[in-house]
């Protein structure tokens, strides 16, 4: 069974570094043709991409967040890290991570269950 | 980037009636990185068809999706109650991957 779990701090600071992690179980992201990625929704809003990490170390990001976001893979932990900098409040979301496959064309077919953030002074 | 227009924003129907959700790019997308998402309140996305009209593992027959280009199409054939959610349609063909702003399916 694949799992997705979403860990991080619910309440960050403006101007502070977000730090997110995805710990997940049931496949290896060692694998060829295996991704993970984050994707954000703001309340009662659209989901947005953000970035992903492939099996081979290949990284995608979202252009209009590119300088202030960082996906890594521990592999033998089972864990993908996210680092958005300089967060300001309408980085306010709930954030996903979420499994992508070749066979899938990549589109996210199994995600986590998603972890409130909420940016405020 | 490629903006995905979602129509109608809300579609009130009777469990047994048919529904025909559109989503329209403003720029052509292979259909192999066209999907479509249900989500209901307090719950991820659940995918329900990728490669634009391949439906995802577990996903009932009752849903079935078309179109290429800029036009596609999610049809479920008979609502079931739970079926009610908000559909979003996403491409990840073109950087920034992009989603749709939803379609809501209400009783």
């Known amino acids: 069974q694949i799992t997705l779990k979403e860990s991080g701090p619910s309440l960050v600071k403006p101007t502070q570094t977000l730090t997110l992690t995805c710990t997940f179980s049931g496949f290896s992201l060692d694998s060829e043709g295996v991704a993970v990625g984050w994707i954000r929704q703001p309340p009662g809003k659209a989901l947005e991409f953000l970035a992903m990490i492939y099996w081979d170390d290949d990284k995608r990001y979202s252009p209009a967040l590119k300088t202030r976001l960082a996906i890594t893979k521990d592999t033998p932990k089972n864990q993908v890290v996210l680092t958005m900098a300089n967060v300001d409040p309408v980085d306010t979301s709930t954030y996903y991570c979420?499994?992508?496959?070749?066979?899938?064309?990549?589109?996210?077919?199994?995600w986590g269950q998603g972890t409130v953030v909420t940016v405020s002074s | 980037d490629i903006v995905l227009t979602q129509s109608p924003g809300t579609l009130s129907l009777s469990p047994g009636e048919g529904a025909t959700l559109s989503c329209r790019a403003s720029q052509s997308v292979t259909n192999t990185y066209i999907s479509w998402f249900q989500q209901k309140p307090g719950q991820p996305p659940r995918l329900l068809i990728y490669g634009a009209s391949s439906r995802a593992p577990g996903i009932p027959s009752r849903f079935s999706a078309s179109g290429s280009g800029t036009d596609f199409t999610l049809t479920v054939s008979s609502v079931e109650p739970e079926d009610f959610a908000v559909y979003f349609c996403h491409q990840n063909g073109r950087l920034p991957w992009t989603y749709g702003q939803g379609t809501r399916l209400d009783i």
């Open positions: 979420a499994l992508g496959s070749s066979p899938f064309h990549y589109t996210f077919h199994i």
